[in-house]
C-alpha cells in the first residue's frame, strides 16, 4: 500500500511540474520564442519542431523507465520473467525505425534552414537594405552607418520592415554579435568581417548582448536595438550628424581601450574608411594606423 501511494506521489509532483513549466514558458517573454523578425522566426520555428520530434522519444523513454521500475520492483512477484525479450522483432523495429525517421526529417531540416537561413545571404525586400557596420571592442560595441556618417556606442537604430546588413569585426578578444529577437549570432574577430543580416517586422526596442564570455566586463558588454518609422530614422540620423562628437583616428584610439558598462553616445564620422582600416591593422597597419594597437 505505502508503494502505490508513494506512486502517486510522484505521478502529483510530476505532473505540477509540467504545469509549472508550461505557465512559466507562456507568460514569460523569452526572446527566442518571442521573435520581431524573419528571421527569428524561423528560426523559432526550427526549435520547437526540433524539440517535438525529440520528444516523440523522450517522453515514451521515461514513461517506459518509471514503469519497469514499477512493475519489476524487488517486491513485485507478479511480475513475469522474460529472459528472452530482448529478442523481440517488434521491439527491435520500434527503437531502430523511429530514431532513423527522426534524425532523416531533423538532417533535411538542417540542410534547407542552413541555406535559407545563411546569415550572409541577403534578404529579400523592395527596400534597400541599411548598411550597419559593426566593430565589437572591450568591452563595447561601435556602430558605424557609413552611409549615413554618423557612429554609435552601445545603441542602434535601423527603421522597420527594412533588411539591415551588419558587417561584423572586432578590434579585440573574439566576440559574439546577438539580438535574440531578431535572429541568431555571429562571431566578431579581429582582422576577419563577418556578415548578419536581419529584418525587424515592427517596431520596438529589442535586447542586445554579446553571446561570447570576453572578460571581466562582459556582464555590462549590451546595447539596445530599436526598430523605427523611416521617417523617425531619417530624423535621428539628422540629429546625431548635426550634435555628435567627430570620430577621428585620435577619437577611435580613445574609444578603443577598454572600459565597462559604457554609456550610449554618439559621433559623426570623419572617416568612411575606419571600419576596413579596424581590419586591416591586423594583416599591415596602413599609414596613420599604427599607433590603434593596444
Known amino acids: 500500500m505505502r508503494r502505490k501511494y508513494e506512486l502517486i506521489i510522484s505521478a502529483v ?7 509549472a513549466a508550461l505557465l ?4 514569460a517573454n523569452i526572446d527566442v520564442l518571442n521573435p520581431q523578425g524573419f528571421i527569428a522566426d524561423k528560426q523559432r520555428d526550427l526549435i520547437v519542431i526540433s524539440v517535438l520530434l525529440m520528444l516523440i522519444v523522450i517522453i515514451p523513454v521515461y514513461i517506459m523507465l518509471f514503469t519497469f521500475g514499477w512493475k519489476y520492483r524487488a517486491t513485485n512477484k507478479k511480475a513475469k520473467y522474460t529472459p528472452n525479450a530482448d529478442s523481440s522483432v517488434l521491439a527491435e523495429t520500434i527503437w531502430w525505425v523511429v530514431p532513423i525517421i527522426i534524425i532523416s526529417i531533423l538532417s533535411v531540416m538542417i540542410w534547407t534552414s542552413s541555406h535559407d537561413l545563411d546569415p550572409s545571404r541577403p534578404l529579400s525586400s523592395d527596400k534597400k537594405p541599411i548598411n550597419i557596420q559593426v566593430v565589437a571592442l572591450q568591452w563595447k560595441w561601435l556602430f558605424i552607418y557609413p552611409d549615413q556618417k554618423i557612429a554609435t556606442v552601445n545603441y542602434v537604430r535601423f527603421p522597420e520592415k527594412t533588411p539591415i546588413k551588419f558587417d561584423i569585426t572586432s578590434d ?8 535574440p ?5 555571429i562571431y566578431a574577430m579581429s582582422g576577419m568581417s563577418t556578415q548578419l543580416n536581419l529584418i525587424a517586422s515592427q517596431t520596438g526596442s529589442y535586447r542586445g548582448s554579446s553571446a561570447n564570455i570576453s572578460g ?17 530614422f531619417d530624423s535621428w540620423t539628422k540629429r546625431v550628424k548635426s550634435t555628435g562628437k567627430p570620430l ?8 578603443a581601450q577598454p572600459s565597462k558598462n559604457d554609456p550610449v553616445s554618439y559621433y559623426r564620422l570623419a572617416d568612411n574608411n575606419l571600419y576596413d582600416k579596424v581590419i ?3 594583416v599591415a597597419p596602413p599609414s596613420g594606423m599604427e599607433g590603434m594597437d593596444h
Request: proline share 2%; aromatic share 16%; net charge positive.
Open 13 to 19: 509532483l510530476a505532473l505540477v511540474v509540467i504545469l
Open 24 to 27: 512559466y514558458f507562456s507568460n
Open 248 to 255: 577621428s583616428d585620435g577619437t577611435y584610439r580613445a574609444l
Open 181 to 185: 529577437s531578431l535572429g541568431g549570432q
Open 172 to 179: 579585440a578578444p573574439m566576440n559574439s554579435f546577438w539580438i
Open 216 to 232: 571581466k566586463g562582459f556582464s555590462g558588454m549590451k546595447f539596445t536595438a530599436r526598430s523605427t518609422a523611416q521617417s523617425d
Open 280 to 282: 586591416l591593422k591586423y
